[in-house]
């Protein structure tokens, strides 16, 4: 009997605080078309999230799109953060790069090149290499992940011009 008592207070309190789940994301366009390199594995997760995550809808013709989004540039990058005593490398920061910039219908830029930019700093030890190679592989796949949440953001605020 406690249990659906806390249960039920539990949620007024989620509800009363403001708390929400994020839903779906409202871009400010219907169509929109992705123009990125070949085989980009950042521009199939991201239309995957549009599609799923919002009523826009990807298009393969530009010329039905309300909006062009051009992916510039995407870039992985792998610097040595410190050093042991006997000059064997103890940590690494992966950079995580993309930049982007939208268009709508007239091809008129409505955002300028922008760019997202994520770090993450890990330890390497030469006796684990294997595990550190997927370790540094999951990294990756995840500030790609965060990478395109944050595109999906940052498009949701974006404002197109009205003019045909």
Do not use: H, W
Not at 10 to 17: E, I, P, Q, R, V
Not at 36 to 50: D, E, I, K, L, M
Not at 100 to 113: F, G, I, W
Request: glycine letters at 4%; hydrophobic letters at 40%; proline letters at 3%.
């Amino acid at each position: 009997m406690k249990t659906p008592v806390a249960l039920l207070l539990c949620t007024l309190l989620l509800a009363g605080c403001g708390f929400q789940l994020r839903g779906a994301a409202n871009l400010p366009f219907d169509t929109l078309y992705v123009q990125a390199p070949t085989g980009s594995q950042f521009a199939n997760q991201f239309r995957r999230v549009v599609a799923a995550g919002s009523a826009t809808r990807v298009v393969e013709d530009p010329k039905a799109a309300e909006a062009t989004l051009v992916l510039v540039q995407e870039l992985r990058e792998k610097n040595i953060l410190s050093l042991s005593g006997t000059g064997r490398v103890r940590e690494f920061q992966l950079r995580y790069r993309m930049s982007y910039r939208l268009l709508d219908k007239n091809a008129v830029e409505t955002l300028p090149v922008s760019e997202i930019v994520l770090t993450r700093d890990f330890s390497f030890n030469d006796q684990d290499t294997l595990s550190k190679e997927s370790e540094e592989a999951l990294l990756f796949r995840d500030m790609q992940n965060d990478a395109v949440q944050q595109l999906v953001r940052r498009l949701q605020a974006a404002k197109l011009s009205k003019s045909s």
